[in-house]
C-alpha cells in the first residue's frame, strides 16, 4: 500500500533522506550503549547541527534552516522508523527553539538561537516539579529581583535534556499573583552557573537512552534581562500558546511508531516458520495485522490533517488534544498487538519491538496527560 502525506515535497524528500541516512549511521548502532549511559553522546548534537538538522524551521537570520513544521516532523518520523527513542530531537528544535522565536526579544534571538542551530548549546524547558505536573498553575519555583538579577529557587524534575543542556527555559513565578498571571518564563545558561545543580538520572521503564533529570535552583542569579521576550508575567500565555505543536509533535512520533511496529511485525510474520508455516498463513495473525495497519493508517491520515491545518496556522488547541490523545492511544495498543507476534522474542529488549512497547507508554503522560487531553476536548463540546 503505497501512501504519501499531502505536506511532502521534493525539498522534504530530500530532508528525509539526509536525516534517514544520518540516523541509520550515527544512532542505530549506538542505541544499546545509549541505553546503558541514559543519554546519547554529546557530540551527537554537534553533528546534527553540522547536518542542518537543528532548529530546521527556525529563520535563517538566526541560523536555523528556514524551513516549516513540515521539516521537523519528517526529522522526527524518520527518528521512530530507526527506533531511536534516546534523542530528545524535538524537546531541542521543535519546542525551546520555538519559544525563543516566537517570544524572544531581537538580541535574545541573535544570542541563543545560533546556538542551538550548531549543537553548540542543548536546549532544555523546566516545566514539571514534584508536586506539579499538568497543572502548570500550580508551579511553585519562584524568582525575586535583586538589583539588575533574579534570584530563582526550587526544583524541576522530568526534564529532558537534563544532563546536556547548556540553555534552560524555566517555568518560575515571579509575582505574588495567583494562578498563571504571576508565571514567567526565564532563560539560564547553565555552564558553571553557581546555584545550578543537577540531580540524579531517573531511571524509567522505557526510553532508557533518554537523557532525564531532576534539576535545582539554590539562589540561582541569573541576569533580569533573561526574562523570555522580556516582560514578565507571560509566561502562562506563552506556554498555552506552544502548547499545540508540542503535542503535535508527539502525535507525529507516534503515529510513525504505529506504522512502524506494523512494518516490523509483518516481515517477522513472513519469516518465522511455524507448524511448517509461516505465521502470516495463519488467519489470526492476518487479521490482526490487517486491523492494524487500518488503524495506523487512520491515525496517519487524521496526523496528516493537523499537521496541514498547523502549516495553515489554523490548528487550534483542541484539535492538537485530540490527535495527541488518539495516536498515542493507538500506538499503545498496535505496538502490543504486533510485539504479541513475535512471542517470546517479542519480550527480549534486543528486538526493536520489545523497546517500542516500554517506550510508548510515556506518551501517554507527556505533554499532558491524555486524561488532561480529553478534559481540553470536552471544554468544546
Given at each position: 500500500?503505497?501512501?504519501?502525506s499531502?505536506?511532502m515535497?521534493?525539498?522534504?524528500?530530500?530532508?528525509?533522506?539526509?536525516?534517514r541516512?544520518?540516523?541509520e549511521?550515527?544512532?542505530?548502532?549506538?542505541h544499546?550503549?545509549?541505553?546503558?549511559?541514559?543519554?546519547?553522546?554529546?557530540?551527537?548534537?554537534n553533528?546534527?547541527?553540522?547536518?542542518?538538522?537543528l532548529?530546521?524551521?527556525?529563520p535563517?537570520e538566526?541560523?536555523?534552516?528556514?524551513?516549516?513544521?513540515?521539516h521537523?516532523?519528517?526529522?522526527?518520523?524518520?527518528?521512530a522508523?530507526?527506533?531511536?527513542?534516546?534523542?530528545?530531537y524535538?524537546?531541542?528544535?521543535?519546542?525551546?527553539?520555538?519559544?525563543?522565536?516566537?517570544?524572544?526579544?531581537?538580541?535574545?534571538?541573535?544570542?541563543?538561537?545560533?546556538?542551538?542551530?550548531?549543537?553548540?548549546?542543548?536546549?532544555?524547558i523546566?516545566?514539571?516539579?514534584?508536586?506539579?505536573?499538568?497543572?502548570?498553575?500550580?508551579?511553585?519555583?519562584?524568582?525575586?529581583?535583586?538589583g539588575?538579577a533574579?534570584?530563582?529557587?526550587?526544583?524541576?524534575?522530568f526534564?529532558?535534556?537534563?544532563?546536556?543542556?547548556d540553555?534552560?527555559?524555566?517555568v518560575?513565578?515571579t509575582?505574588?499573583?495567583?494562578?498563571?498571571?504571576?508565571l514567567s518564563?526565564?532563560?539560564a545558561?547553565t555552564r558553571?552557573?553557581?546555584?545550578?545543580?543537577?540531580?540524579?538520572?531517573?531511571?524509567?521503564?522505557?526510553?532508557?537512552?533518554?537523557?532525564?533529570?531532576e534539576l535545582?535552583?539554590?539562589?540561582?542569579?541569573?541576569?533580569?534581562?533573561n526574562?523570555?521576550?522580556?516582560?514578565?508575567g507571560?509566561?502562562?500565555?506563552?506556554?498555552m500558546?506552544?502548547?499545540p505543536?508540542?503535542?503535535?509533535?508527539?502525535a507525529v512520533?507516534?503515529?510513525?511508531?504505529c506504522?512502524?511496529?506494523?512494518?516490523?511485525?509483518?516481515q517477522?510474520?513472513?519469516?518465522?516458520?511455524?507448524?511448517?508455516?509461516?505465521l502470516l498463513?495463519f488467519?489470526?495473525?492476518?487479521f490482526?495485522?490487517?486491523e492494524?495497519?487500518?488503524?495506523a493508517?487512520?491515525?496517519?491520515?487524521?496526523?496528516?490533517h493537523?499537521?496541514?491545518?498547523?502549516l495553515e496556522?489554523?490548528?487550534?488547541?483542541?484539535?492538537?488534544?485530540?490527535?495527541?490523545?488518539?495516536?498515542?492511544?493507538?500506538q499503545?495498543?498496535?505496538?502490543?498487538?504486533?510485539?504479541?507476534?513475535?512471542?517470546g522474542?517479542?519480550?527480549?529488549?534486543?528486538?526493536?519491538?520489545?523497546?517500542?512497547?516500554t517506550?510508548?507508554?510515556?506518551?501517554?503522560?507527556?505533554?499532558?496527560?491524555?486524561?488532561i487531553?480529553?478534559e481540553?476536548?470536552?471544554?468544546?463540546?
Open positions: 500500500m503505497s501512501y504519501r499531502p505536506w515535497n521534493e525539498e522534504l524528500d530530500q530532508v528525509r533522506d539526509t536525516a541516512r544520518f540516523l549511521t550515527e544512532s542505530a548502532p549506538h544499546a550503549r545509549w541505553a546503558k549511559q541514559h543519554m546519547i553522546d554529546r557530540t551527537f548534537w553533528a546534527a547541527g553540522d547536518l542542518g538538522l532548529c530546521i524551521s527556525c535563517t538566526y541560523g536555523g534552516g528556514g524551513g516549516t513544521f513540515a521537523e516532523a519528517v526529522v522526527m518520523e524518520e527518528q522508523r530507526v527506533g531511536d527513542d534516546a534523542w530528545n524535538s524537546v531541542h528544535s521543535t519546542i525551546v527553539a520555538h519559544y525563543f522565536a516566537a517570544y524572544g526579544a531581537e538580541e535574545q534571538k541573535r544570542r541563543w538561537l545560533p546556538k542551538l542551530a550548531s549543537g553548540e548549546f542543548v536546549g532544555a523546566a516545566m514539571t516539579e514534584p508536586g506539579t505536573g499538568s497543572d502548570l498553575q500550580g508551579v511553585r519555583t519562584h524568582a525575586r529581583r535583586d539588575d533574579l534570584v530563582v529557587n526550587g526544583a524541576k524534575t526534564i529532558s535534556n537534563g544532563t546536556h543542556c540553555l534552560l527555559i524555566i518560575a513565578r509575582t505574588d499573583a495567583p494562578g498563571g498571571r504571576g518564563l526565564l532563560v545558561e558553571d552557573l553557581p546555584g545550578f545543580s543537577r540531580g540524579r538520572e531517573l531511571e524509567k521503564i522505557g526510553a532508557k537512552g533518554g537523557d532525564l533529570r535545582f535552583f539554590e539562589d540561582m542569579r541569573i541576569p533580569a534581562e526574562v523570555l521576550g522580556g516582560e514578565e507571560k509566561g502562562f500565555v506563552q506556554l500558546k506552544q502548547l505543536q508540542e503535542r503535535l509533535c508527539i512520533t507516534a503515529a510513525a511508531a506504522e512502524r511496529a506494523v512494518e516490523l511485525a509483518v517477522y510474520a513472513k519469516e518465522r516458520v511455524a507448524f511448517g508455516q509461516n498463513s488467519q489470526n495473525t492476518r490482526v495485522l490487517a492494524c495497519r487500518t488503524e493508517y487512520a491515525i496517519r491520515t487524521f496526523v496528516d493537523c499537521i496541514g491545518l498547523h496556522g489554523k490548528l487550534d488547541a483542541a484539535t492538537a488534544s485530540m490527535a495527541k490523545y488518539l495516536a498515542t492511544e493507538k499503545g495498543q498496535i505496538v502490543d498487538r504486533c510485539l504479541q507476534v513475535f512471542g522474542y517479542g519480550y527480549m529488549e534486543e528486538y526493536p519491538i520489545a523497546r517500542m512497547y517506550a510508548a507508554r510515556v506518551a501517554r503522560i507527556y505533554g499532558g496527560s491524555n486524561e487531553m480529553k481540553l476536548i470536552a471544554r468544546t463540546l
